[in-house]
Antibody, heavy 123, light 107 residues
Framework: EVQLVESGGGLVQPGGSLRLSCAAS????????MSWVRQAPGKGLEWVSA????????NYADSVKGRFTISRDNPENTLYLQMNNLRADDTATYYC????????????????WGQGTMVTVSS | SYELTQPPSVSVSAGQTASITCSGD??????ACWYQQKPGQSPVLVIY???KRPSGIPERFSGSNSGNTATLTISGTQAMDEADYYC??????????FGGGTKLTVL
């Protein structure tokens, strides 16, 4: 079964850093773009960042640009999100999601989602 | 930045047809997709590229997109369809955009 498993969430103080990981299995990881999507408690979905299958192209939401960095290790089938200078409004469940295509584009749709990892930013 | 607007809630009687709308400027010129999210669960893709159903999604789920509005239609709505539904599109400047979500209640 195609699967995504996130890890790395936790409690961090404002201004701190955290690195999320997403382990992919049972599909050709390098053939698909991947994204991080977050959901604050009781709120809707918010796209955070995307990376192409090769890793050459990345995109970010304005809310995280300059603070978060998305990357991937294709031989290890793993997606990452490095989060720096965290703020209280970054508190959310972070999902990794597989795109149907190799790059974020007009046809982007997320057909596989992980179970999510919770990030809490609080002093 | 590009925005998608959904009604906060929609109610439907079991067995009837539910329609959930998603509005955005010239949305019909873009592809829209829809996700279903039940409490405590991850989202599930139910419609992509306006009107295509992924494998395993029941035929009662359908989609359309024209003008400024995309619509998710659930025919013969069942109790198990009660969930939050999110539309999503891609914009060249904002990239991936989600609507605010619609809570579907099945009466």
């Amino acid at each position: 079964e195609v699967q995504l498993v996130e890890s790395g969430g936790g409690l961090v103080q404002p201004g701190g850093s955290l690195r999320l990981s997403c382990a992919a299995s049972r599909f050709t990881f390098s053939s698909y773009a991947m994204s991080w999507v977050r959901q604050a408690p009781g709120k809707g979905l918010e796209w955070v960042s995307a990376i192409s299958g090769s890793g050459a192209n990345t995109n970010y939401a304005d809310s995280v640009k300059g603070r978060f960095t998305i990357s991937r290790d294709n031989p290890e089938n793993t997606l990452y999100l490095q989060m720096n200078n965290l703020r209280a409004d970054d508190t959310a469940t972070y999902y990794c999601a597989k795109d149907r295509g190799i790059a974020a584009s007009s046809t982007s749709a997320f057909d596989i989602w992980g179970q999510g990892t919770m990030v809490t930013v609080s002093s | 930045s590009y925005e998608l607007t959904q009604p906060p809630s929609v109610s439907v009687s079991a067995g009837q047809t539910a329609s959930i709308t998603c509005s955005g400027d010239k949305l019909g010129d873009k592809y829209a997709c829809w996700y279903q999210q039940k409490p405590g669960q991850s989202p599930v893709l139910v419609i992509y590229q306006d009107n295509k159903r992924p494998s395993g999604i029941p035929e009662r789920f359908s989609g359309s997109n024209s003008g400024n509005t995309a619509t998710l239609t659930i025919s013969g709505t069942q109790a198990m369809d009660e969930a939050d539904y999110y539309c999503q599109a891609w914009d060249s400047s904002t990239y991936v955009v989600f609507g605010g979500g619609t809570k579907l209640t099945v009466l």
